[in-house]
């Protein structure tokens, strides 16, 4: 499979692509919603309509992180009305990396996905992932080929980034994008503790213990169009810190053993 780190080069999706099943394994999809009212809806719709087609054998679990408006209340109806939906509410408010986990936790099928609920990212995309889980990878990591953000985020982003990579050798494109795939076992394995923004680095660093390979792919990411983003708070990003350093004294004490590949 190469070496730790590869990157694919695929074109976008079409809805031709759309054309039959690209995987027999379960799927469970996690969306951590906060305060997304104006998009939960269209967001489920899609990922249901779209798997339907491409992982028959899924579900979708909506995770509302203490969300104030609607969220939780729209995410129950549509479960109500969709045996593959599922909703968990995290009372009070868990944080990014709390509701993923919260999401992993209840994950019932071989192979778990998160994107993000806000409407930045295109499910139809996941049928550039799923191939490449068939092709033996266990952990298929979007990232964002055009970043949609604004210039903030994106300074925060990159400094994020080399900060990772200086400290824990962990060279990938796009860190903390929201739209990746692994095997639950290995979900389950890394025992994450993180419940703000720095889950997904502790998530790789550990499968980069595991020696687990890595494969990346380009996904589109398109603006936000409602609500408003957490990640550039000022509380957020002093967390986020303080997590990393955490984790930089720790990981050189965790062992676990890989699991078996589920060919």
Not at 14 to 21: E, H, I, Q, R, V
Not at 37 to 62: K, M, S
Not at 232 to 245: C, Q, S
Request: aromatic share 8%.
């Amino acid at each position: 499979m190469g070496s730790q780190y590869q990157q694919i080069g695929v074109a976008s999706v079409s809805g031709a692509t759309l054309g039959g099943p690209l995987t027999t394994r379960g799927l469970s999809v996690v969306l951590p919603a906060y305060n997304e009212e104006a998009v939960i809806a269209r967001t489920v719709t899609r990922c249901v309509e779209t798997l339907a087609v491409l992982a028959p054998d899924f579900e979708v679990i909506v995770v509302d992180d203490g969300s104030r408006d609607r969220t939780g209340e729209i995410a129950d109806q549509l479960a109500a009305s969709n045996p593959h939906v599922r909703v968990i509410h995290n009372r009070p408010n868990r944080g990014y990396g709390g509701a993923l986990m919260a999401g992993f936790d209840a994950a019932s099928k071989e192979l778990s996905f998160f994107m993000d609920a806000d409407g930045q990212f295109d499910i139809h995309d996941i049928a550039l992932l799923l191939p490449l889980r068939e092709q033996g990878y266990r952990a298929v990591l979007g990232y964002r080929k055009q970043r949609n953000d604004p210039f903030f985020r994106l300074v925060n982003a990159w400094g994020w980034n080399l900060l990772v990579s200086l400290l824990f050798g962990l060279r990938v494109h796009d860190v903390d994008c929201a739209f990746k795939l692994f095997d639950t076992d290995l979900v389950r394995i890394c025992d994450i503790h993180a419940e703000g923004a720095m889950v997904n680095t502790e998530m790789l660093v550990k499968l980069k213990k595991l020696g687990v390979k890595f494969v990346e792919v380009p996904v589109r990411h398109y603006p936000r169009e409602h609500g408003s983003a957490t990640g550039a708070n000022l509380k957020v990003i002093l967390h986020a810190f303080r997590e990393l350093l955490r984790l930089n004294g720790k990981i050189r004490r965790w062992k676990v053993k890989l699991p078996s590949v589920a060919n």
